[in-house]
């Protein structure tokens, strides 16, 4: 399975951004999907997943309510869309995808990782 993430880049605090992640495979539809982010200096961390079916997300709790993740299964794409942005959220956001379906919020669920994609948030 090949992840791809698109859509980062430089946005003001206050604005909205959406992220792509297009992922290979035939088995899109069973995949958990999760976006994680790491800011510099720190540790890798949970932003959100959504199921194969797309019907279960789990999201970090700070996070929920500016954040939402979704997916097109026809596409073979899951989105994050990002309202609201502040400085904080500036990192780079990695897609994940999970065999397994666990809508996990653990890193090592995860089976396959893009490259990740850089987000900016000036104030």
């Known amino acids: 399975v090949e992840v791809v993430e698109s859509g980062g880049g430089l946005v003001q605090a206050g604005g909205s951004l959406r992220l792509s992640c297009s992922a290979s495979g035939r088995t899109f539809s069973r995949n958990s999907m999760g976006w994680f982010r790491q800011a510099p200096g720190k540790e890798r961390e949970f932003v959100a997943a959504i199921s194969g079916s797309g019907r279960t997300t789990n999201y970090a709790a700070s996070l929920k309510g500016r954040f939402t993740i979704s997916r097109d299964n026809a596409q073979n794409t899951v989105y994050l869309s990002m309202s609201k942005v502040q400085p904080e959220d500036t990192a780079v956001y990695f897609c994940?995808?999970?065999?397994?379906?666990?809508?996990?919020?653990?890193?090592?669920?995860?089976?396959?990782w893009g490259q990740g994609t850089q987000v900016t948030v000036s104030s």
């Open positions: 994940a995808a999970d065999d397994d379906d666990l809508v996990a919020r653990s890193s090592f669920d995860y089976d396959y």
